[in-house]
């Protein structure tokens, strides 16, 4: 079983709709992030959170450390919002650094 | 210009060949990272290094090998290359291991 799990791989929506993006995983954490990886292959990081809520223009994430979940929310949703969306946590124990990747949540947003 | 660097932006060699992957990185940061990204498997990590002293295999380092050469350079090297070995191949780096800046990708074909 992945440690990372995101849900849903696949989304299509139109324009203006609110997306939403889950990811949980199984390890103690001690960040989350949220990457965009748009068509060319260039990974970008949106958020990373240890806690709580954090919003940035149209894009919010948010956190629940008791259930070992996250989300990932686009209002207004736009097709420049087009892109393969990636979970990622580092562990709050011993072992590797760096970070544990879900298998990415494909969206297609269209006009 | 980039903060990440990565040489070469596409490659493709045949089986047995060696081949070295260049990342480089201006953001003055003491940790680097190798990753690989499969379809529907993620990115995964191959090695990591705190300092030009300090080098650390990851989940998946078998059939490749790393040079730290000064804090701004880290190569990865397939020895051997063979066909489960295509995949696109990120170089990152951090700070502190927690907010991760990714470069551009290298996508490798191994015929």
Request: hydrophobic letters at 30%; aromatic letters at 8%; a positive charge.
């Amino acid at each position: 079983k992945n440690e990372v799990e995101q849900s849903p791989q696949n989304l299509t929506a139109q324009e203006g709709e609110f997306i939403t993006i889950n990811c949980s995983y199984s390890v103690g954490i001690s960040a989350l992030h949220w990457l965009q990886q748009h068509p060319g292959g260039g990974i970008v990081s949106l958020f990373m959170l240890s806690s709580g809520k954090k919003k940035h223009g149209r894009l919010i994430a948010t956190i629940n450390i008791q259930e070992k979940h996250s989300s990932l929310h686009i209002t207004a949703s736009h097709p420049r919002d087009s892109a393969v969306y990636i979970c990622a946590v580092r562990g709050s124990g011993g072992g590797a650094d760096g970070l544990t990747f879900g298998k990415g949540t494909h969206l297609i947003i269209q006009p | 210009d980039a903060d990440v660097t990565q040489t070469p932006r596409n490659r493709i060699t045949k089986t047995g060949k060696r081949i070295m992957l260049e990342c480089s990185q201006t953001k003055g940061h003491d940790r680097m990272y190798w990753y690989r990204q499969d379809p529907g498997l993620g990115l995964r990590l191959i090695y990591y290094s705190f300092d030009v002293k300090d080098i650390n295999k990851g989940e998946i380092s078998d059939g490749y090998s790393v040079s730290r050469q000064a804090q701004a350079k880290f190569s990865l090297s397939l020895e051997s290359a063979i066909p489960n070995q295509t995949a696109l191949y990120f170089c990152a780096t951090s700070e502190d291991g927690y907010e991760q800046y990714f470069g551009p990708g290298t996508r490798l074909t191994v015929t």
